[in-house]
């Protein structure tokens, strides 16, 4: 079974990181646990902070790695959604890169 | 900007004061989601942005990273204060944004996942600046609600504008002045003291919590998209062509 969720916010900025926290936590992450796929419509969604892109995926991308990859799929996303999708995916599978001169 | 009435003090400048709508987002408090929320539904009417949409989502993008980090970090009874205002009667076009707290300072958050920090200003508000860097872990991957690259990609943001970003808690304080040429703007650094452009103080007197300041050069924005991916894929993180997102 599919799961769904349209994600909304008001003048198409998705930013509440309360709300990308409820839908992590309501339907993403058990969804996940029981190897079912989710889908994540970001019809009604131009632009997306990291910060809420990050509070809505990157737990799941941590605790199920690639394997998260291959039950979430991203619908109509825009290109800055895009974007900051792929940056979550890279740093929260990969890590961020240590800069020296600390 | 209303400061005064903020501070609860009846004080008269004895001018006339400006009609606030299309210059300016005057002093407002943030203590919530909601009222950060709020903030940013109302600035594009206050900075009369709605025709410029692409630099509306810049200036979005900013506000909503800094409110957001007082509201998560700084254990501030009082919340957050932003202010912001916009130039367009000459150039060079801008919007410039303010966000203070009077919380617990950049080095106390972070000197819990990072002991090193203790009560260094300095070492905290260059860490702070990194991406990846977060006051709830140690690791480079951050928690699930945090990543800790807001500022990091705020200060970008500006940067890509050719912008300042202005950082000050405790007794440290950075800024990073506005680009001189293309090329200064194209450059990112992930580690903020190693920019030529950057400054950086050591005041006798500390702010006791944090002042951020950025400058969004509104001229510069042609498209926002292609300035938050051109940040994003500047940001220091391990990529692999072999993850394959389901885009649909």
Redesign the interface.
């Known amino acids: 079974m599919t799961a769904t969720v349209i994600i909304e916010a008001?003048?198409g900025?998705a930013?509440?990181?309360?709300q990308a926290?409820l839908i992590?936590t309501s339907v993403i992450l058990p969804t996940l646990s029981r190897s079912e796929a989710v889908v994540l419509d970001f019809k009604e969604i131009?632009?997306a902070?990291?910060?809420f892109v990050?509070?809505l995926i990157?737990?799941a991308l941590?605790r199920y790695g690639?394997r998260a990859?291959?039950l979430?799929?991203?619908?109509?996303?825009?290109?800055?959604v895009?974007?900051?999708?792929?940056?979550?995916?890279?740093?929260?599978?990969?890590?961020?890169?240590?800069?020296?001169?600390? | 900007m209303k400061l005064f009435q903020h501070l609860g003090i009846d004080f008269d400048p004895g001018v006339t004061e400006y009609e606030e709508a299309g210059r300016f987002l005057p002093l407002t408090q943030v203590k919530t989601q909601a009222d950060s929320s709020a903030v940013l539904a109302n600035i594009s009417a206050m900075l009369h942005l709605q025709h410029d949409p692409e630099s509306l989502a810049a200036v979005r993008f900013c506000v909503s990273e800094l409110l957001r980090n007082v509201l998560e970090h700084a254990n501030s009874p009082d919340g957050a204060f932003v202010a912001a205002h916009r130039f367009t009667d000459k150039e060079p076009h801008r919007v410039t944004i303010a966000v203070a707290d009077c919380g617990q300072g950049i080095a106390a958050h972070l000197a819990r996942a990072h002991p090193e920090v203790g009560a260094a200003d300095a070492l905290a508000i260059r860490m702070a600046m990194r991406p990846g860097i977060t006051g709830a872990q140690s690791t480079t991957y951050g928690t699930p609600d945090n990543a800790g690259a807001g500022l990091y990609i705020t200060r970008s943001i500006a940067k890509g504008t050719g912008g300042y970003f202005f950082l000050y808690s405790g007794k440290a304080a950075y800024r990073l002045r506005r680009a001189r040429s293309q090329d200064d703007m194209m450059e990112l650094f992930p580690d903020p003291y190693q920019d030529k452009r950057g400054d950086r103080w050591l005041f006798p007197a500390p702010w006791l919590g944090t002042v951020c300041s950025v400058e969004i050069r509104t001229e510069t924005i042609a498209h926002y998209e292609n300035l938050v991916e051109w940040v994003f894929k500047q940001v220091p993180s391990r990529k692999s062509d072999a993850r394959r997102i389901k885009f649909t």
């Open positions: 008001m003048n900025f930013e509440d990181k309360d926290k992590r131009q632009y902070t990291q910060s990050h509070a990157g737990e941590q690639e990859l291959e979430v799929e991203f619908k109509h996303c825009s290109e800055a895009r974007s900051a999708v792929e940056l979550v995916v890279d740093y929260s599978l990969g890590g961020f890169v240590e800069s020296h001169g600390a």
